[in-house]
């Protein structure tokens, strides 16, 4: 059974940071790239941040960009974002994500993800 649990949202202050963590089974997670998305109230859910399986290729959005950073540690099968100088509006809920296909580069569209975890909220005080 796949199952990807996110954990460490939480509130944080603008400029502060976070540490969100998502851990994979059911599936051979060094064999998959993994994206980070978020979603907020009335919004669609958009890309933050994805990586190869092994980590050769990273990708962010650009709103994210020099901000965030994603990795992922196999051995563990966890994948992380490491979440700086926050802002008010990076506020929402953020999901890790699995893509349908191992062995493919990471992609920033919500399509090409199969299984996702049941999202961890992040709220940014102004």
């Known amino acids: 059974q796949v199952q990807l649990v996110e954990s460490g949202g939480g509130l944080a202050p603008a400029g502060g940071s976070l540490r969100l963590s998502c851990a994979a089974s059911?599936?051979?997670?060094?064999?998959?790239?993994m994206g980070w998305f978020r979603q907020a109230p009335g919004k669609e859910r958009e890309f933050v941040a994805a990586l190869s399986w092994t980590s050769e290729r990273i990708y962010y959005s650009a709103s994210v960009k020099g901000r965030f950073t994603i990795s992922r540690d196999n051995a563990k099968n966890t994948v992380y974002l490491q979440m700086n100088s926050l802002k008010p509006e990076d506020s929402a809920v953020y999901y890790c994500?699995?893509?349908?296909?191992?062995?493919?580069?990471?992609?920033?569209?919500?399509?090409?993800?199969?299984?996702w975890g049941q999202g961890t909220q992040v709220t940014v005080s102004s």
């Open positions: 994500a699995w893509p349908s296909t191992p062995w493919r580069l990471p992609s920033t569209r919500v399509g090409e993800y199969a299984y």
């Open positions: 059911g599936r051979t997670f060094s064999s998959y790239s």
